[in-house]
């Protein structure tokens, strides 16, 4: 079975950076889309990004947009999420998720679409 892995995250102080991986073993993340999300304690979970199978585009929605950057190398079969300006709200367990249709644009689908998730990263933001 496939397996996804997160990594990447950590504490940093508010308007610091950080770049999350998703490893995928047993599957091509180039055959299908990638979506990551977040959850803070107490919270819903949140959509933070997605990008397309192949060259499908990314989606990056309004609450993160201007301090998310999400891409893809197919050669190390692994998908990042770049985060830069990190506030004090974004602490949470971060995931990334696929599902098993391929979506080309992953815009028109919803976090429940995507079954499959990784363990998560657990990013801290504190000064």
């Known amino acids: 079975q496939g397996q996804l892995v997160e990594s990447g995250g950590g504490l940093v102080q508010p308007g610091g950076s950080l770049r999350l991986s998703c490893a995928a073993s047993?599957?091509?993340?180039?055959?299908?889309?990638i979506l990551w999300f977040r959850q803070a304690p107490g919270k819903e979970r949140e959509i933070i990004s997605c990008?397309?199978?192949?060259?499908?585009?990314?989606y990056i929605p309004d609450s993160v947009k201007g301090r998310i950057t999400i891409s893809k190398d197919n050669a190390k079969n692994t998908v990042y999420l770049q985060m830069n300006s990190l506030k004090p709200e974004d602490p949470a367990v971060y995931h990334c998720?696929?599902?098993?249709?391929?979506?080309?644009?992953?815009?028109?689908?919803?976090?429940?679409?995507?079954?499959?998730w990784g363990q998560g990263t657990q990013v801290t933001v504190s000064s």
């Open positions: 047993g599957i091509s993340l180039d055959a299908y889309s």
């Open positions: 998720a696929t599902e098993f249709h391929g979506f080309y644009y992953c815009s028109a689908y919803e976090l429940k679409d995507y079954p499959y």
């Open positions: 990008i397309g199978r192949g060259d499908g585009p990314a």
